[in-house]
């Protein structure tokens, strides 16, 4: 399958080295080398003069090339959106399933290098950043270090400190059960205090996250579960990826950079921000990102809130939030 992929997209990942000198339609999907290791590319838009858009994908090892094909298309109309499966996810891991070097830090500088790219390629001084639930700690510090690359940054359902987070989501599916005499997730809550139910962070996030998902804290609106299944598996390219190896592969790696990063240590950025978030997402609970926020010195600051979304806002208000990054960035 590798071997097939790598066939595929040879001549486009030449073409897509090259500066962009004329305007044109833009649809390339390309295997590049990144810090050493073949990923996956994929750049989409109507024309190639408008804004760049990089969008970096959660999990970790969970990509959204599909998704936002299926949902997100739209955004293609505005910006010329490149979309990346990070080294150890999506295509990439189908590329190469033993990736190397899998770290937080490593990602950053994949996606640094992935800008510089893109800045060259389509003759722009600066790029738009998107980063989603994992990958928004990937793109926030991203913000910081690098920030003459960005016009902007867009946190999409915001990472904080997960460890921190996961005790604010609990003690939220706490209040849930008490308010509805829920004596069976109390039990199960109290479960998790203990080792042999919950002796790391990543067992103890799983355990929590399947009691958040009874009151609706993770996916808020179901009736989007049975259209994301389709957009992963309705596509020719991503029908045979196997996505629970995948995300199995990145978080085993990556489950101490997960729960370690703490971005409260992030006091300024000198760009513009914006965080978008759902006002029912208690997986990365946004009153987190919302006090953060509050606190962050940058030039301009903004929250847009998704009323009627959890952790999935991409999908449970697609078309609010196409029209929210077309809205803000390009005002």
Request: some cysteine; overall charge negative; proline content about 4%.
């Amino acid at each position: 399958m590798a071997k097939s992929i790598f066939s595929l997209v040879l001549s486009l990942f030449i073409l897509s080295c090259q500066p962009q000198t004329t305007d044109q339609k833009v649809a390339e999907k390309s295997l590049i080398d990144l810090g050493g290791e073949k990923q996956y590319v994929e750049i989409t838009g109507t024309s190639s003069k408008k804004p760049v858009m990089l969008f970096i994908h959660g999990g970790p090892g969970w990509p959204q090339t599909p998704q936002l094909r299926y949902f997100n298309a739209d955004l293609t109309k505005d910006f010329t959106l490149a979309t990346w499966d990070q080294r150890g996810s999506g295509l990439s891991y189908q590329n190469n399933p033993k990736a190397q070097n899998l770290s937080l830090e490593q990602i950053i500088q994949d996606a640094h290098q992935l800008t510089q790219l893109l800045k060259k390629q389509f003759k722009q001084e600066k790029i738009y950043l998107v980063g989603y639930s994992w990958g928004s700690m990937v793109g926030l510090l991203l913000a910081e270090r690098y920030p003459e690359d960005y016009h902007a940054y867009v946190g999409v359902a915001q990472v904080i400190n997960l460890r921190e987070a996961v005790q604010v989501s609990r003690e939220w599916i706490k209040q849930q059960a008490k308010t509805n005499q829920d004596q069976a997730t109390l039990d199960a809550l109290a479960q998790l205090d203990k080792p042999e139910f919950c002796n790391s962070d990543l067992a103890c996030f799983f355990q929590q996250q399947q009691l958040l998902e009874k009151y609706h804290g993770a996916v808020f609106d179901t009736t989007v579960i049975q259209k994301l299944e389709k957009a992963m598996t309705q596509y020719p390219d991503y029908r045979q990826y196997d996505w629970s190896k995948g995300f199995d592969y990145s978080i085993q790696q990556l489950e101490k950079d997960l729960f370690g990063t703490d971005l409260t240590k992030v006091k300024a950025l000198t760009i513009p921000v914006y965080f978008l978030l759902g006002r029912h997402d208690w997986n990365v609970p946004s009153v987190l990102a919302e006090a953060f926020l509050n606190k962050l010195k940058a030039p301009h600051k903004e929250i847009v809130w998704f009323e009627n979304s959890a952790h999935e806002l991409l999908e449970e208000e697609a078309d609010k939030f196409n029209a929210v990054l077309t809205n803000k960035l390009l005002k």
